[in-house]
């Protein structure tokens, strides 16, 4: 479903430890928006009608109706350039505006 990058899970894993987390999932979503897809994640309580998976290690769930927006999403945590802080970096192939990672660019497992 969606693949988690062993340094995003490792990132995520490290917000699992505050008090105001505990007991709840990180949750990934899209918004469809003039400018294209905004991603958002964020710890949540798992409901009923929510799709809940594992990825390297980490638990995280999205809402059934979100599931086609997601399929096949990489969720990693990287610098896009040199200069620039590290951030997570979702690459979705069913976002319109997804362009694939240059070779040797790819995310590492």
């Known amino acids: 479903m969606i693949t988690i990058t062993k340094k995003a899970a490792a990132e995520i894993s490290l ?8 007991g709840l999932t990180i949750r990934f979503a899209v918004e469809k928006t ?4 905004q991603y958002l994640m964020g710890f949540d309580d798992r409901n009923d009608n929510d799709i809940h998976l594992e990825s390297n290690g980490l638990e995280y769930i999205l809402a059934y109706d979100q599931k086609a927006l997601l399929e096949g999403m990489v ?3 990287d610098q896009l350039k040199a200069d620039e802080d590290y ?5 979705n192939p069913n976002d319109p505006d997804y ?10 497992g």
């Open 15 to 22: 917000s699992t430890h505050n008090p105001e987390t505990q």
């Open 87 to 91: 951030s997570f970096v979702f690459m």
């Open 34 to 37: 003039d400018q294209g897809f």
């Open 99 to 108: 362009k694939p990672p240059e070779e040797g660019h790819a995310p590492q």
């Open 75 to 77: 969720v990693d945590f």
